[in-house]
């Protein structure tokens, strides 16, 4: 037990149950953000709360169609701190830990806990689970254990514990802090968007940009948007950036680097950000700080300004669903171009003869297609 307790083993299961609670957002959100973009952003509010496409909405005219994609996310959103709960649980405990963490999870969200109650009981269902594993019953019942006795025990005694002790203050302490990040001024929300931004553009997919990461997933699963777009953007301004530098900087670079810095750019358009990994391995003095600059900057206008968005990933593909999405595109190319003119302008010189042999690399490959 002791041995599960440690830092790392914490991380490690927090991970777990983020990495499959992500294609949940993911598909949650995008599902969403199309909803909006062709049925308006309202959709969401065309039926009365707690309809279905097949009551007072025609699901075979366009806004029941788009009201009922909607709907698709809105169920995907809403089970996804249930999938982090029963995944985390699962990663202490075993399979016995899925559905006590799945009930209990989705118990969270519908109380208003949200991602820090599920949170807390993915690691209180977990460890539990872990101590009714070590009881000692006759063979007879050993067999009932994962599929009875686990599950039906688990959910009791720790789903109760959650509603009587645990329930109201984590629900308080959610609504408290919904209400601070709504009621923030533009200022205020744009040092938020610099934050996620820059350490978005820090590690590059390592565990900072994860945590922010989870961190912009957590809010967006409990409706705050805002943070999703410093996390989008932060995590495209370094690839674009680098592109950027290359251009404004090329006899600085390598043919192989240049090559790099091409492949990187269609990438970061679709925020795959570790396009730019082998420039942070093998110049993280230079790269990084520029990387979280331009990040950082990206982050703070485009949250600052009111941009906001529904799907997690998708790069410049889920721009249109946004709101305000020319502070989107703003942002990206200002961040960028940060990154871009500090990285071009920091980056060591090479000598002539590097210089050189990129020149004549580049003359032959002029040749060879022109031939």
């Not at 520029?290 to 529904?310: N, P, Y």
Request: aromatic share 10%; hydrophobic share 50%; charged share 10%.
């Amino acid at each position: 037990m002791k041995y599960l307790m440690k830092v790392e083993n914490i991380r490690k299961h927090i991970m777990t149950g983020i990495s499959y609670m992500i294609p949940v957002v993911v598909a949650g959100g995008i599902l969403q953000a199309l909803a909006k973009l062709f049925g308006g952003w309202a959709i969401g509010d065309a039926v009365a709360a707690g309809a279905t496409p097949f009551t007072n909405m025609n699901p075979f005219t366009w806004e029941g169609f788009w009201w009922g994609c909607n709907q698709l996310g809105s169920y995907g959103m809403n089970f996804a701190v249930a999938i982090m709960t029963g995944y985390l649980a699962y990663s202490i405990a075993g399979r016995p830990g899925i559905v006590p963490g799945f009930i209990i999870g989705y118990a969270c969200v519908m109380s208003k806990a949200g991602f820090l109650g599920g949170l807390l009981m993915g690691f209180i269902i977990g460890y539990f689970i872990l101590w009714m594993k070590s009881w000692k019953l006759p063979k007879v019942m050993q067999g009932l254990m994962p599929v009875l006795i686990i599950p039906v025990i688990a959910t009791f005694v720790c789903g109760m514990l959650f509603l009587v002790v645990f329930c109201l203050p984590l629900a308080w302490i959610m609504e408290v802090f919904q209400n601070w990040m709504i009621s923030l001024n533009g200022g205020s929300k744009a040092v938020i968007g610099a934050v996620i931004g820059a350490c978005m553009g820090f590690d590059l997919g390592g565990p900072v940009n994860k945590t922010a990461s989870m961190a912009a997933n957590a809010l967006g699963t409990d409706g705050i948007n805002g943070p999703m777009t410093a996390k989008i953007v932060g995590g495209m301004t370094p690839p674009i950036g680098l592109w950027v530098a290359s251009r404004l900087a090329r006899k600085k670079f390598s043919r192989t680097e240049l090559d790099t810095a091409n492949t990187a750019l269609p990438m970061g358009l679709c925020f795959i950000t570790e396009g730019v990994l082998p420039f942070a391995a093998s110049d993280p003095l230079r790269f990084v700080p520029c990387s979280m600059l331009g990040s950082a900057v990206a982050g703070a206008i485009t949250v600052g300004f009111g941009c906001e968005s529904v799907a997690g990933h998708g790069g410049i593909f889920v721009v249109p669903m946004m709101t305000n999405p020319w502070v989107f595109i703003v942002g990206l190319i200002v961040g960028s171009l940060v990154t871009g003119i500090a990285y071009a302008f920091v980056r060591k010189e090479r000598s002539e003869e590097e210089q050189v042999e990129t020149e004549s690399e580049l003359d032959v490959d002029v040749e060879i297609n022109i031939g």
